[in-house]
């Protein structure tokens, strides 16, 4: 079962503008969800969470926002660049480790 | 700071053979895992270990085995390597963030071929 889902596979944005990364969920036990990026042959990298308290993160030019009732969060980042090009994991989880599920992922293309 | 490392980077195995992917982490991290990475699936958890001499299985355990005799290693065995495990395998360990949640420090992965 996808708890964490990703329904946009790919995702093509003009250097400058924003992107908005999409993500849904099943599990209302979630306590976690967080962002991760990852570049071709390397590991996926950690980005920016949110806890289940909070309905907004902001870490420079990168911002999640969490809608608890509609089970879905986003990512935006502003102003895109092309370094920004990239496959975004969305993951959530409770307070274990062990539960932590991801979605599929969402390749972002940056062009200048 | 090497984080984790994961070897070997490539692998083509036959189906039948066993092989081991290494992971080592130097941060001193309690939380270890792997994970398979497979075409729209996301990553999914294999096993994990929450300290030296405990691991536990996660969401798609069979065909693997792991153990974590120390804190810094956390090695992954195929028994009887399948098409079926043909994929990208992720080592992690984690940390805790002040916010509370836990973040995964991820090696840059294993790529296996089983023919």
């Known amino acids: 079962d996808q708890q964490v889902k990703q329904n946009s596979p790919s995702l093509s944005v003009q250097e400058g503008r924003i992107s908005i990364l999409n993500c849904d969920y099943t599990n209302s036990m979630f306590d976690y969800f967080l962002w991760y990026k990852k570049y071709p042959a390397e590991g996926p990298t950690f980005l920016i969470s949110?806890?289940?308290?909070?309905d907004k993160n902001e870490d420079g030019r990168f911002t999640v926002f969490l809608n608890k009732s509609a089970k879905h969060l986003s990512l935006h980042i502003v102003p895109s660049q092309p370094g920004d090009s990239a496959v975004y994991f969305c993951a959530a989880s409770g307070d274990n480790n062990n539960d932590m599920r991801f979605g599929a992922g969402t390749r972002l293309t940056v062009k200048p | 700071n090497a984080g984790v490392t994961q070897t070997p980077k490539f692998q083509v195995l036959k189906t039948g053979q066993s092989m081991t992917l290494q992971c080592a982490q130097d941060m001193n991290h309690e939380y270890m895992s792997w994970y398979r990475q497979d075409p729209g699936m996301g990553l999914r958890l294999i096993h994990y270990s929450v300290g030296a001499g405990i691991t536990d299985q996660g969401e798609v355990p069979n065909g693997y085995n792991v153990s974590r005799s120390t804190t810094e290693d956390f090695p992954l065995r195929l028994l009887s390597a399948a098409p079926s495990q043909t994929s990208v395998y992720f080592c992690?360990?984690?940390?805790?963030?002040?916010?509370?949640?836990?973040?995964?420090?991820f090696g840059a992965g294993s790529r296996l071929t089983v023919l």
């Open positions: 949110i806890s289940s308290i909070k």
């Open positions: 992690a360990s984690s940390y805790r963030t002040v916010s509370g949640a836990n973040v995964l420090t």
